[in-house]
């Protein structure tokens, strides 16, 4: 599933292909964006940057256009060299952007907006969203007092969802919400009121280690993707990546016990603890 480390990635892949080339195609199964583009051509355009933006993907084009794209739960932006074969099919397609050399294929992706420079700062939410754990700024004082922020204003939040609200920190998702509050020894159903000052510089300072060891780039000048599984764990075992996400009824890595799973929001989102690694007092354990 995506998450910011996900966004990250592709954002980076996208910007080494396409940067600075000049749109020779454009398609899509947008109505909205189809009639943008008749009344406006993305064609002729230069593709200036693309950028990540905690779950939001950006493609910034000459002339004031801004490519926004969500892929929620099942989306994906896919980069081929042209002629070569996609690996879904089109019917998945919704968004296509072709250059010279290559070609970016949005398939799936739920969510994808126009925007100039003035109507993205004013309309949407994207602006307003947390530090960001994959930027090379991201403001860690900051993200700790919206942490308090929200103590002070809803302390009967359980600290898993206030982990996956975007307005806090951008970019963490469900697989890193249960590691984060793993090796925080923090239960995620806690409530976000009874965190210590020591429990929340941890947890900030695990969501930023644990996804900007996701994002590693070891491709070179290549237009590579990463396709590993992630890991949380710093193993290499690929059975042994993560320490509880999707683990229910396995043993725990760390002291034996077997680990739970509960649906925790309005989303009722999967989200996975150890009961000894993570009791439910306020007492806490970091975890490397």
């Known amino acids: ?36 583009h008749d009344n406006a051509p993305v064609t ?12 939001w993907l950006l493609l910034h084009f000459s002339g004031d256009l801004i490519l926004v794209t969500h892929m929620l739960m099942s989306g994906s932006w896919h980069i081929y060299r042209i002629g070569e074969r996609w690996k879904r099919p089109r019917s998945q397609m919704r968004v296509l952007i ?15 907006e126009f925007h ?13 969203l947390g530090p960001d754990l994959l930027m090379s700024g991201f403001d ?18 359980e600290i898993g ?8 920190m951008a970019g963490i998702g469900n697989v890193f919400k249960s590691e984060i509050c ?23 300072e695990s969501a930023r280690r644990l996804m900007a ?24 075992d690929p059975a042994a990546r993560v320490w509880v996400y999707r683990r229910k009824g396995q043993e725990c890595r760390r002291c034996g016990s077997i680990i739970q799973m509960r649906k925790q929001g309005a989303g009722a989102r999967s989200t996975f603890w150890c009961p000894e690694c993570q009791p439910m007092s306020a007492s806490v354990r970091a975890r490397s």
């Open 213 to 236: 060891a996701n994002v590693t780039d070891s491709s070179g000048d290549g237009i590579v993707t990463y396709t590993g599984m992630r890991r949380t764990t710093g193993r290499a």
């Open 44 to 55: 002729g355009r230069v593709i200036e940057k693309v950028e990540a933006r905690g779950k």
């Open 140 to 157: 860690e004082d900051d993200a700790k007092a919206r942490i308090w922020e929200r103590i002070w204003a809803r302390g009967h939040e």
């Open 182 to 204: 793993f090796v925080c020894g923090v239960h995620p159903f806690r409530l976000v009121s009874s965190l210590s000052q020591r429990e929340i510089d941890c947890l900030v």
């Open 116 to 128: 100039t420079a003035r109507s993205l700062e004013r309309n949407t939410a994207i602006p307003k």
């Open 98 to 112: 072709r250059a010279s050399r290559y070609e970016a294929v949005a398939f799936a992706v739920p969510v994808a």
């Open 1 to 36: 599933m995506p998450e910011g480390d996900t966004i990250f990635r592709a954002a980076r892949a996208l910007h080494k292909a396409l940067a600075g080339a000049t749109v020779t195609g454009f398609e899509t199964g947008f109505a909205r964006l189809a009639s943008a």
């Open 161 to 168: 969802n206030v982990l996956l609200d975007q307005n806090v």
